[in-house]
């Protein structure tokens, strides 16, 4: 597929048919990203960069009100300072792009290019931190990090290179550490809900698949409509792992040299991808308004240049600036051309104005998700559109919530659990704390992982782990994921 | 020098005697930056931070205004990529830090850390744009870059990597391309007075120290009190140097194909430091009211515990809420110790309340920039706060101009130029445009060199290049400089 096509070229691929062709057209076409010739890279083109700087903004405000501040540290890991944490560099090291020259002069340590930075700031902090006085202390990066992936990239879902927020907090005791928790998760999840429109199911990873590092982490997954999870923001509670790694050490109130707790936390550009794969369909990408920029496109319908039409649409155009409308008044296409443009590109509302409606006072209202039309007073436009706005927000989120209920299941044992996974759902399932357990579950079904354990756990007592036969240690969800 | 260190501990190098010893001091003490194991890249810590996003939102705004739009392009240019305009990678290629590896793989290309976006960007440009409605196509990133200075670094003045934003457009013609510059140049020479309170001069840039693969250059320089210029933000003119280079063409409305015309303009972080060192002193940093987030700290005074003191306090830091203050009730800590610990971190402006001005109902109010005290009644506070905010922002850019104005001279010849150059003026003399009568500069007067051409130019003609002794082709500003 090409970068270079018509404005308004549709797409040929089905959601329904053929989710992941789809999936790449809908970000092609409606110019939500682009490919350079550095493979696994995207470019991310305004549309979608200007979400992003909303969900920056939004999580930023939130973590300003719980004392969290701002940082930047460097892009450059070097590797022995990487290598400090055994867990953490297992787990990310083969994935590291390492930086070995500058300019013609060969460096003398290998620098890698940050995957995360908890090495990088966490021997900061060891510097930063003295007393109890200093704690606790809460800061933030948003930042770009390099993890070279080797599987198959897909826009916004896998890059190489991604955009991410990190949080870094250090506190005093591990029951403070731990109140983290909710407060971040439920910013996330506000953001998730309120903003993008995406449900999710909150809970704890198992050991074989939290952070390399931490001691436990706490995920939002969602919910694809080809019937793959995908997790999306989370919050590791590291423990003092790091801190014994990194030599985080503070004075307590009675003079006694103890390691700080720690935990870090992240959302990043892939929830861009969630959302556009979620709420998008056939014509096009489609956009809960709370993250649309421009929420109206205002199409004048007149077959010659009618000066009324036109001056009653840019008079339209102004009462409604608060919405950022697009005017579109090129003369050089047809409206049919401008709808079709403009429901590829996801403008949550149409309004028209014809001959008809200007003769009536009025204008037609049509809803990007539904296609529903309303004609409305123009009187009453500006009330209309903040309706429509909101029934469209929560229209999004209900199909969305919709589609991942009915995808949850629950199965204690194997061979139904395996029938419900080829039916694409969720399972909850027991299970046993080992990783042969999960090792043997994706042997049986290809692609199926365990997501999280739900925070709220159904009695476990007596039963048995539905891969191993042994007692289980807990309920989790397992499913196909990215 | 240690990070490890008593809150208030203060300056112990004067700035008027050892100003690059002050600075260092300054920078570690006051807690804008931070050392890490990576050599030449520094951690900006959040009173730093948060005045560069100030910067960046300020620069959004208005760049918004002339619909600019943001997106984000990746960190990695593949070497072939990079060396298709050939003065741009050899102005770039000694300093580019590549990366060779990525896990245990050996990467069968080199990719540059971008060192700036030109190659990356343009490489999409040449598929985005297709006809002249597709121009002007005004993008903008904010991103990091490495530049791998093998000079020594100073914090925020020379790091290896450095944050900026690079806004680069394309238009159809040379005219609308160059009316670009003073959109560009005002918004940057808005923030940096308006803002930061640096003066600067504006002007182009002599072929020899223009942009690598631009066309011509304009800059900002700014005078530091050592008695150096600096150079700030910029806007280049790349004509069709890089639409050729990159394959950039457009069809125009009566079916030509022609190569658009481009720009480039960037404010980086460096400015951090400028402003840092301008109006900073002996007991630590100056900020500006328009850029410091707390612009007071309140320090109740009272022998023992007075409660009525503290009460009154807090309602004066409620009232003041919009001005983000920080209320010091610290006990374990004297009053003077809180003096000296806000003085060095530079909030703008201190009210002390004691037990008379309790009786009184009144504040004293104590400014960072000139330590001067006022009382004021407590119905008054406010008003007083505004007025106070608004007279530090003017004197410190007062000050900092008037540092500028005093440094600038003119000079016709050769021996009077090194002697002012020698009393540390920035100099405006004849040169001829060539590469031999800078050199020649240089060769007589080690660390000066050319800044920029004023826009206004005094008459030429007649005149002769102060060290080729040929005929001059311009007037333009030399001075000892980073």
Chains 1, 2 share one sequence.
């Not at 939500?32 to 909303?54: D, M, N």
């Not at 198959?152 to 550490?177: C, D, L, M, S, Y």
């Not at 036109?310 to 051309?337: A, M, N, W």
Request: aromatic share 10%; proline share 5%.
């Amino acid at each position: 597929m090409t970068e270079n096509k018509k404005s308004n070229e549709g797409l040929t691929a089905k959601k329904e048919e053929n989710f992941s062709e789809w999936y790449q057209q809908l970000i092609l076409k409606a110019e939500l990203a682009g490919y350079t010739s550095v493979s696994g890279c995207i470019v991310f083109r305004p549309t979608a960069w200007q979400i992003w700087e909303k969900i920056r903004d939004e999580v930023d405000k939130r973590l300003k009100k719980i004392n969290v501040k701002n940082v930047y540290f460097p892009l450059f890991i070097p590797e022995s300072l990487l290598k400090k944490e055994q867990e953490h560099v297992k787990g990310f090291s083969p994935e590291v792009a390492w930086v070995t020259q500058a300019g013609n002069t060969k460096l003398q340590e290998r620098l890698a290019i940050r995957p995360t930075s908890e090495a990088i700031m966490y021997e900061s902090y060891s510097k930063w931190i003295r007393s109890w006085r200093d704690l606790p202390l809460k800061y933030n990066q948003w930042s770009n990090v390099v993890r070279w992936e080797f599987k198959h990239p897909i826009p916004f879902f896998r890059t190489r290179e991604f955009v991410f927020n990190e949080g870094h907090t250090a506190f005093a005791t591990k029951q403070e550490a731990e109140k983290e928790a909710i407060q971040i998760i439920n910013i996330y999840k506000e953001i998730l809900e309120d903003y993008l429109a995406i449900p999710g199911i909150i809970g704890k990873k198992t050991d074989k698949e939290k952070f390399a590092g931490a001691e436990y982490t706490l995920t939002i997954e969602s919910y694809l409509p080809n019937g793959k999870a995908i997790q999306g923001p989370d919050f590791h509670h590291d423990g003092q792992n790091f801190a014994k790694a990194y030599n985080i050490k503070f004075k307590t109130k009675d003079e006694k040299e103890e390691y700080v707790w720690q935990n870090t936390w992240a959302i990043s550009t892939r929830m861009l991808g969630v959302m556009f794969a979620l709420h998008s369909d056939n014509k096009g990408v489609v956009l809960p308004p709370q993250v649309a920029q421009n929420k109206i496109v205002i199409v004048p319908i007149s077959s010659e240049k009618d000066k009324k039409i036109l001056d009653q649409s840019k008079k339209i155009f102004k009462q409604l600036s608060k919405y950022d409308p697009i005017l579109d008044d090129r003369s050089e296409v047809t409206p049919g051309f401008k709808f079709h443009e403009w429901e590829l590109k996801g403008i949550p509302i149409r309004i028209e104005i014809g001959p008809k409606d200007l003769k009536s006072k009025q204008a037609v209202i049509i809803r990007r998700d539904t296609s529903e039309k309303k004609i409305t007073k123009i009187t009453n436009l500006q009330k209309q559109i903040d309706l429509t706005l909101k029934e469209i927000q929560n229209n999004l989120f209900n199909k969305a919530n919709k589609l991942l209920k009915n995808a949850l299941d629950k199965s204690d044992n194997l061979k139904d659990t395996l029938n419900k996974l080829q039916k694409q759902k969720l399972v909850l399932v027991p299970l046993k704390n080992s990783t042969k357990a999960e090792e043997l579950l994706q042997e049986k079904f290809k692609g199926a992982k365990t997501l999280n354990m739900p925070l709220k756990q159904p009695p476990i007592k007596g039963k048995k782990c539905i891969t191993t036969n042994q007692p289980a240690d807990y309920w989790v969800y397992v499913g196909k994921s990215y």
